[in-house]
């Protein structure tokens, strides 16, 4: 008579694999590019992408402050010329009338 091994499962009678049980498609069971790439490796990919995100937020503050100080001439040019004043001026002068 043939033993039987102890500590192990016996097989069930329902021996479908992981793959046939999700549809029919297969999955890759292969390491993520987390567990492939080095510590290193990902410190230095982090460290590259939050120095790209903090050049891009200096550039967009940087043509904000540039439009506004554009403005800012631009309406002290407006206020120097006498004929852009009349035509935009309340008519009835204001508290003085």
Do not use: H, W
Not at 8 to 28: A, H, L, V, Y
Not at 40 to 57: C, I, M, N, S
Not at 82 to 89: D, G, K, Q, R, V
């Amino acid at each position: 008579m043939a033993k039987k091994k102890k500590g192990g499962c016996p097989p069930s009678g329902n021996s479908r694999s992981k793959t046939e049980e999700s549809g029919g498609k297969q999955q890759e069971s292969g390491a993520t590019l987390k567990e492939l790439l080095g510590a290193d490796v990902l410190g230095k990919l982090k460290a590259q992408a939050d120095e790209l995100k903090r050049t891009e937020a200096e550039a967009i503050e940087r043509k904000r402050q540039e439009a506004e100080e554009a403005k800012r001439k631009e309406q002290k040019l407006r206020e120097n010329d006498f004929a852009y004043l009349l035509e935009n001026s309340k008519p009835g002068g204001g508290k003085y009338s």
